[in-house]
């Protein structure tokens, strides 16, 4: 009788992975019991995040959708992996903005084995950490070392500062020092991620609505989040505004945005009751 193959032992892969999830999923769960209208609206957002998987073509690349969570693993080999992860990301936030909703998540880089039916290592539990404990706010963050590797994996034709550079272009340094997407910007979202120019305008819209409904959230928790992208757009709205005269060559594109609510009333008094609720 023929002896059976021993199969291979599992070893883990160095890779870079994404962990990202929905933010205030359960509430937004809680309405669709009522809404058909916002089940209807959440299907489609889930299936827009799945489809951030299909936005970059590595060999190496494995895919894990669960409930509001989705993780996106590759080799760190892949050529220009990095930036490709990036663009992924960017496209996805900018996407799930357009339907209402956002997104938290982290990237980093490490030991993870991670097949169509198991999903397990030390990045992912990086990852998640990174995700539930760092970025906290709606935001997607980044691990320094994936700068590392954008550099020694570059494009052909790429130098390893042009990769890096390349990749930058999608990412800023918050307050808090950490890496992260811009998905507020007219630089980051129309120049770097693709966005019609025409569209920005109701993309903001889009953003406002999202600030407004989270500035006047019950819970100061969730205040707190929407504090900081508040921050954001406003500081967005008002780099329109103060425009000087010359360099505008559309003003009905500047009136669009500064036209937008400015939330400075709300977001003070928000900011007055995330104070009294962290001193009583």
């Known amino acids: 009788m023929p002896k059976l193959k021993k199969p291979s032992a599992p070893r883990y892969d160095k890779r870079i992975i994404l962990f990202i999830d929905f933010l205030g999923f359960k509430e937004v769960v809680e309405r669709t019991k009522t809404d058909v209208d916002e089940f209807s609206r ?22 894990t959708q669960f409930s509001d969570s989705l993780v996106i693993s590759y080799k760190v080999s892949e050529t220009s992996g990095v930036f490709w992860m990036v663009n992924a990301i960017a496209l996805t936030l900018i996407q799930l903005v357009g339907q209402g909703y956002l997104l938290r998540g982290a990237v980093t880089i490490g030991k993870l084995y991670h097949t169509q039916r198991h999903l397990v ?4 539990l990086t990852a998640y950490e990174m995700e539930s404990k760092v970025a906290c706010v709606p935001r997607v963050i980044f691990d320094p070392k994936i700068i590392k590797a954008a550099r020694r994996h570059p494009q052909p034709g790429h130098t390893p500062d042009e990769e890096e550079s390349y990749v930058r272009h999608f990412v800023k340094t918050d307050l808090d020092g ?21 569209a920005y305008p109701e993309y903001l819209a ?28 406003a500081a967005e709205r008002e780099r329109f505004a103060a425009m ?37």
């Open 121 to 124: 290592g030390p990045a992912m």
């Open 178 to 198: 950490q890496l992260y997407l811009d998905f507020v910007t007219w630089k980051s979202v129309v120049e770097v991620a693709g966005l019609d120019s025409d």
């Open 244 to 280: 000087p005269a010359q360099y505008v060559h559309d003003p009905e594109y500047v009136d669009a945005i500064t036209a937008l609510p400015s939330f400075s009333v709300l977001a003070t008094k928000a900011r007055k009751r995330l104070g009294a609720a962290k001193n009583s």
């Open 206 to 233: 889009k953003l406002a609505t999202l600030i407004e409904t989270g500035l006047n959230h019950e819970d100061v928790r969730v205040i707190e989040k929407y504090l900081w992208l508040h921050r954001a757009y």
């Open 42 to 63: 959440l299907i489609d957002a889930l299936e827009s995040i799945g489809v951030a998987g299909e936005l970059t073509t590595n060999a190496s690349q494995q895919v």
